[in-house]
């Protein structure tokens, strides 16, 4: 489909975005927290993207480009602005300790028919929002958007072992911070005492 | 080898990707075989992951997609205008 577009075949160009218009909002909003500036800057990252096709080499995946060329716009927009603290003094570094868990006794499945539920949604989404953005990034990347550690590396410019540090601390936070929330919210049956047990 | 609790906190994510060494994903089974506190951690880490992930809980603002587009035909008739 590139190939169509660089001949000539523009409005192909609409049809090539569409699978990866979430992915590249959802990286945006993961630099700036806030709904308006990620719409720009996934607009923005999209026309880019359509000016410079003819440099995307095949050997890489469109979509991994795509976030590259995201990830760069958001941090010019942020330097830009300079509303953006250094990464390097705001996020802690990946030997930055370990992170425990919260401690359970037992797990009782929350079904994924619960985020239809808008505390729940509401819930969620403050938890990933409030991971530092060092582990929200990988997070997002791996998780969200199911690219491979080895893709998830290459469009953060990381090596593997630091996305996969990166994603075990993400998720121990967010297991930490939503477990008892979740459980609170959701509880399970209650429970009969029996006398003979 | 016997792991500690500790231990397998460190292992969850690279086991719930299939990516641990076979040794020590066996010794972190036999350890969740039998610690229902790690057991635990282990269900709610995967559970909070595929729930989080779910597209309902991150969704594009209304009308994103729309703007986007129209964005684009702009920029693509600026570039045939050229």
Partial sequence: MIASILAGDTRLYHDLIRPHERSVYMMALSFVKNEADAEDIAQEAFLKALRNLSTFRAKSKFSTWLISITLNEARSRLRRQAIVRMESLDDPPDDGGVVSPALLRDWREIPSEAVERQEICQMLREAVISLPTIYRQVFQLRDVEELSVQETAEALGISVPSVKVRLHRARMMLQKQLSPLLKSVIPGPKRRWLPWL | ?82
Avoid at chain 2, 7 to 26: K, Q
Wanted: charged fraction near 30%.
């Fill in chain 2, 1 to 82: 080898m016997v792991i500690k609790c500790k231990h397998v906190w460190g292992y969850i994510s690279d086991y719930l990707d299939a990516a641990l060494p076979e040794d020590i994903r066996l010794e972190v089974q036999k350890h969740l075989d039998h610690c229902e506190i790690c057991s635990a951690i282990l269900d709610a880490t995967r559970n909070i992951i595929i729930i989080t992930a779910d597209e309902r809980v991150f969704e594009l603002p209304v009308g994103f997609s729309e703007r986007l587009h129209a964005r684009i035909e702009m920029e693509l008739e600026e570039i045939e205008g050229h």
